[in-house]
């Protein structure tokens, strides 16, 4: 059976989709082959634009705080720790690339890695880094964080290479896992943990 190894050194148990992709995608770092996210000379082509919020996203944001507390196990359940998070992230210049495949315990990594960078607003309310959009050159970034009741906030990060920098790593272990085997959806996910911790309850 195939495994992914987690940043904390712990292996987990994948299985593989009933219908295998035929086609691995590797999604690296990489400039952006349509032009839609790259300037020449002074003319822009692509501007960073606030994050638009559809709906299949907000679930995620709505529970992020839930899934961040109940990461632990998440840690040990591959189709949970693989579910898909439907969130868009961008770089000018390199566009989607390299953040294609975002799941869900590669989030829950990059919050726990990267507490100071993530997990507070400037003022040191609580508040998860969820989405980030920006120039990997100027630094200049459109972000978006989520607080604990649920709502959102556009905000500005420092450091904003180490942020996108630190997602990608994560994140790109997992990209063959999450092609090539089974996950659970997040709305299965918070399923399960509810079911579970009501049960450590009674």
């Not at 989709?17 to 086609?23: I, M, Q, R, V, Y």
């Not at 400037?122 to 920006?134: E, M, R």
Request: one cysteine or more.
């Amino acid at each position: 059976m195939p495994r992914i190894t987690l940043m904390n050194g712990n292996q987990l148990v994948c299985f593989p989709k009933k219908e295998l992709n035929t086609s691995y995608e590797s999604d690296c770092l990489m400039l952006d082959a349509t032009g839609q996210y790259l300037s020449f000379g002074k003319k822009r082509k692509h501007k960073i634009r606030p994050h638009e919020q559809p709906m299949q996203d907000a679930l995620f944001q709505s529970k992020a705080f839930f899934l961040y507390k109940n990461r632990e196990q998440i840690f040990r359940d591959s189709r949970m720790f693989l579910a898909s998070v439907p969130v868009k992230n961008e770089l000018a210049y390199i566009g989607t690339n390299g953040f294609r495949f975002p799941v869900l315990g590669a989030y829950l990594e990059w919050w726990e890695r990267n507490k100071e960078l993530l997990t507070a607003d400037k003022d040191g309310v609580p508040a998860l880094i969820f989405q980030f959009a920006g120039s990997p050159l100027s630094g200049v970034n459109i972000c978006h964080a989520v607080y604990e009741d649920g709502n959102t906030k556009q905000v500005s990060v420092a450091m904003f290479n180490k942020v996108w920098q630190s997602f990608y790593y994560i994140n790109h272990r997992y990209a063959g896992a999450v092609q090539q085997c089974d996950s659970y959806t997040l709305s299965k996910v918070l399923v399960l943990l509810k079911e579970s911790n009501n049960r450590y309850k009674q």
